[in-house]
């Protein structure tokens, strides 16, 4: 009998030992998979599968309209900016599920992750996205219209412990080297607003040229330097890191928006939406290399983790465009992304969204 019990104790010992094995074994398989996000206006996030460079699944989060996107640091959460529901959705990366929710305000759209704390763009006083063709422009000055905010929201809670009065239509969001400060792009208002990271205290504001529409920005990989796209100008300036002056403009293709250095830091790329191209340019001299046909309404975009392919989020191509991380030719399309909005991958790499 005691024989009996002992064997039973062993073998309950060892099926628990057995199945914390395979927990950890697919908790540790889920944190080393690479993995890109890909938010759909239209459908929710795509998730695609880095290895075999296909959709894996897509996770229906309430199509909420999501847009702005970032993951924590450990890659077990997903926050994204909805625009229908005006709020920041926490989704558990290894379930697809949302777990917790933020209320926002207006026009959520752009998500960076930071030491703990979300910075939410939202606009309180627009539609979203700039005029038509065709269309007037906004009255960004009407005194009736009110700027955008920027919610700082503490993810430890999922409460917002700050907000931050921004210009009109706040873009891009970007820190600097030291992580103390966070700039902003005003769309309506061609500046780039300057703040302290946590508190959101306002430091200083860049003018720009007017009607010019700054979008992206991005620092540079040695911390120098700023590059802000303005859409409207079809140009990107390069702004000195620390007084924060025009030192280089540069001409592009119609419509840049979205921004980054290549892993290397060796070279910078556009995303020039209204041309379909995707521009590339010496990362320290930006003068031009190449351009690279793409699809439509490309605006967001992030190397694999490897470094090996370029991912390219097409909204109105409803695609994903995976092209080679050294020559830029199209190796693939990624579709049933409807209205892909923004990308970002797990391991991070660079990107518009995070990394360079």
Known sequence: MQVRFKAARIACASAIATSLAFALAANVAHAAAPTAYVTTENAGVGVIDLDTLALATTWDVGKDGPRGLSLNKEGTRLYVANKATSDLSEIDTSTGKVTRRAKIGKNPEFVRVFGGYAYVTYEPGESGGPPKPGQPEKDDDDANSPPAEIAIVDLKTMKITHTVKSGHETEGVEFSPDGKLILVTNEGDDT???????????????????????????VSPDGKQYVVTLENANKFVVLDGKSLKTVKTVDTK??????????????????????????????STYEHRKDVPVGQRCWHFSFTPDGSKLLLACGRSNAVYVLDGSDYKEVKQIGDLPLAWGIVTYPPSAGSIVGR
């Open 254 to 283: 119609t419509g840049p928006y979205g921004v980054s250095f290549d892993p290397s830091g060796k070279r910078l790329l556009i995303a020039a939406s209204r041309d379909k191209t995707l521009q590339v340019f010496d990362g």
């Open 192 to 218: 780039v607003s300057v703040y302290r990271v946590g508190t959101g205290k306002p430091v200083r504001t860049v003018n720009l040229d007017k009607g010019s529409r700054p979008r992206g920005i991005k």
